[in-house]
């Protein structure tokens, strides 16, 4: 009897030893395999810190993620986090549902415009839903960010072009309707960020990740956005630049199988295009570049609301999403509307709804008519 006692306590010891060692391997080797999958030949590299898992929880932590060019020709990562989380949402796999979550921490990406394609840094000709997929095998169902950044950068120009939104909160859900919230498999999201030293933005959208051609309501709001920071950026890829005034922005998009509607709404407050002292004196600019934005400042003056001191327009957008139609003449009249009749509001309308699209409606007439038969 005791002999057998004693062959049960060394089997127990030795399956709980093994148990513990494969605990404490178990990080080690999750980072082996995540480096190895983020180095796979191609455009870009990445590795991982330490890998935290959290096994009653069905989760497992990333720290000081790297996502980098391989070539070694920029700077900057093209994406990097303090931690990416990926998490078993218990609630959906009791439904059913073998979905999980993303969080991410401090997230940066950084986009580069260089002098040669092997300096720029975009992303493009990279399988990262692939990647994704091998890291986290589960279909993401929700996605959460804090204290996010977008950066764009030219080291090339002097000074260099450096600027970004940060600040970036926002979270997006039931991506993939683990919760059955209707038969459209609607998505919900919505992000607040900053710009550079004062200005905000916020989207709030909804989608359908489950149609072949884009299906998404989105309402854009930006307020306050200094235009002096994007005074080297205007300079570099605009015929123009800014001395002072600030950007605020109000734009509504929906779109139904690809075919797209809404408008964007841009008014400018107290713009200044032309100084003799910031464009002539301390940017050197010449007769040509001097006169045109002479000339901007002509008009912007001409069609500038007085009492709001402000320039404003109204662009709507119609037809397919790849190429959207734009009526000048309608942005023309809202512009001088604006100028003259009445100053144009930076409030978001809530004048365009996905289900208002007549592709919308044209698509539930038929599920309907096919349902009634």
């Known amino acids: 009897m005791q002999r057998n006692n004693r062959r049960i306590v060394i089997s127990l010891?030795?399956?709980?030893?093994?148990?513990?060692?494969?605990?404490?391997?178990?990080?080690?080797?999750?980072?082996?395999?995540?480096n190895s999958t983020l180095s796979q030949p191609g455009n870009y590299d990445g590795r991982v810190g330490d890998v935290d898992i959290m096994l009653w929880r069905g989760a497992y932590r990333l720290q000081h993620v790297l996502l980098y060019k391989a070539n070694g020709e920029v700077?900057?990562?093209?994406?990097?986090?303090?931690?990416?989380?990926?998490?078993?949402?218990?609630?959906?796999?009791?439904?059913g549902a073998a979905v999980g979550s993303v969080h991410l921490i401090d997230p940066e990406i950084n986009f580069v415009d260089g002098a040669d394609e092997s300096k720029d840094q975009v992303g493009k000709n990279?399988?990262?839903?692939?990647?994704?997929?091998?890291l986290f095998p589960l279909r993401i169902d929700a996605l959460t960010i804090k204290q996010g950044k977008i950066t764009f950068?030219?080291?090339?120009?002097?000074?260099?072009?450096?600027?970004?939104?940060?600040?970036?909160?926002?979270?997006?859900?039931?991506?993939?309707?683990?919760?059955?919230?209707?038969?459209?498999?609607?998505?919900?999201?919505?992000?607040?960020?900053?710009?550079?030293?004062?200005?905000?933005?916020?989207?709030?959208?909804?989608?359908?990740?489950?149609?072949?051609?884009?299906?998404?309501d989105i309402n854009l709001e930006a307020d306050n956005v200094a235009l002096v920071n994007f005074k080297n950026l205007l300079d570099t890829y605009a015929p123009f630049d800014l001395e002072a005034g600030t950007l605020t922005l109000a734009a509504e998009l929906a779109a139904d199988n690809g075919e797209v509607k809404g408008y964007v709404k841009p008014i400018l407050h107290h713009v200044e295009v032309f100084s003799w002292k910031g464009d002539i004196e301390e940017d050197g600019d010449g007769p040509i570049e001097g006169g045109i934005?002479?000339?901007?400042?002509?008009?912007?003056?001409?069609?500038?609301?007085?009492?709001?001191?402000?320039?404003?327009?109204?662009?709507p957008l119609e037809g397919n999403l790849a190429n959207p139609d734009t009526s000048m003449w309608s942005a023309l009249g809202a512009l001088i509307k604006n100028a003259f009749v009445k100053a144009l509001s930076g409030d978001v309308e809530d004048s365009v709804e996905l289900d208002t699209l007549p592709s919308k409606k044209q698509t539930d007439a038929s599920t309907s008519q096919a349902r009634n038969q």
Do not use: C, M
């Not at 459209?184 to 359908?208: E, F, P, W």
């Open 293 to 315: 934005e002479l000339i901007s400042a002509f008009f912007t003056e001409l069609f500038e609301n007085q009492s709001k001191d402000q320039v404003a327009t109204r662009i």
């Open 13 to 34: 010891s030795v399956v709980l030893i093994l148990l513990l060692g494969v605990r404490i391997s178990l990080p080690y080797a999750a980072q082996w395999y995540i």
């Open 153 to 216: 950068y030219n080291p090339q120009t002097s000074p260099a072009i450096d600027i970004s939104l940060h600040q970036i909160n926002g979270t997006l859900s039931n991506l993939v309707n683990s919760d059955a919230l209707s038969d459209n498999r609607v998505a919900t999201g919505s992000a607040t960020a900053q710009t550079a030293d004062q200005g905000s933005v916020k989207v709030d959208a909804s989608l359908n990740p489950a149609t072949a051609k884009p299906t998404f």
């Open 126 to 134: 990279e399988d990262w839903l692939n990647i994704a997929n091998q």
């Open 75 to 95: 700077e900057r990562p093209l994406f990097r986090a303090n931690s990416v989380e990926f998490t078993l949402i218990w609630s959906q796999l009791f439904k």
